[in-house]
T-cell receptor, first 111, second 112 residues
Framework: RKEVEQDPGPFNVPEGATVAFNCTYS??????FFWYRQDCRKEPKLLMS???SGNEDGRFTAQLNRASQYISLLIRDSKLSDSATYLC????????????FGTGTSLTVIP | NAGVTQTPKFRVLKTGQSMTLLCAQD?????MYWYRQDPGMGLRLIHY???????AKGEVPDGYNVSRLKKQNFLLGLESAAPSQTSVYFC???????????FGSGTRLTVV
């Protein structure tokens, strides 16, 4: 089983729509979670951390569900500039204390 | 503030050749990482360092070596390149072990 799994999509949504991505992780002891954004042929960039109580940054909301071992990212009022691949990250279950990246969910916002 | 700088940005190697990828960060971060990104595989950790003079293996270390002689630099070496090492390589750094990463812009390596 992969440490972190995401639905690859693609998600194609109209401007102004609300879209949500989920990501499951295998390490029940993981304490650190993130969402990154990656534009085509660019490096990943940190979008936001995911806190236990959930957190919001403008149009973006991240939530953690420990019981079901998934994290989510909600994007409200989608903009064309939100088109990118979104990567979720969690600590793995091995002893190396490593972060594992999901393969990403592709989002295209359509005019 | 340059952040994380990787050189070179592109390279084509012949099978069996060697090369070194350089990563430099100016944020005084302790932790540095080398990842490779392949289609459908996501980012996979090759090696990492928790401080100057230290290195450790990640998920896919075979065929690579690293060195961290100075805190700001993390070098990734390919001793004998193979076509399976064709990939995009990203370096990253973080302030602590649980912090978010700052990535470099990547090196696109093709081994023919």
């Amino acid at each position: 089983r992969k440490e972190v799994e995401q639905d690859p999509g693609p998600f194609n949504v109209p401007e102004g729509a609300t879209v949500a991505f989920n990501c499951t992780y295998s390490n029940s002891a993981s304490q650190s979670f993130f969402w990154y954004r990656q534009d085509c042929r660019k490096e990943p960039k940190l979008l936001m951390s995911v806190y236990s109580s959930g957190n919001e940054d403008g149009r973006f909301t991240a939530q953690l569900n420990r019981a079901s071992q998934y994290i989510s990212l909600l994007i409200r009022d989608s903009k064309l500039s939100d088109s990118a691949t979104y990567l979720c990250v969690a600590k793995g279950s091995n002893t190396g204390n490593q972060f594992y990246f999901g393969t990403g969910t592709s989002l295209t916002v359509i005019p | 503030n340059a952040g994380v700088t990787q050189t070179p940005k592109f390279r084509v190697l012949k099978t069996g050749q060697s090369m070194t990828l350089l990563c430099a960060q100016d944020m005084n971060h302790e932790y540095m990482y080398w990842y490779r990104q392949d289609p459908g595989m996501g980012l996979r950790l090759i090696h990492y360092s928790v401080g100057e003079g230290t290195t450790a293996k990640g998920e896919v270390p075979d065929g690579y070596n690293v060195s961290r002689l100075k805190k700001q630099n993390f070098l990734l070496g390919l001793e004998s390149a193979a076509p399976s090492q064709t990939s995009v390589y990203f370096c990253a750094s973080s302030e602590d072990r649980d912090g978010g990463y700052t990535f470099g812009s990547g090196t696109r390596l093709t081994v023919v």
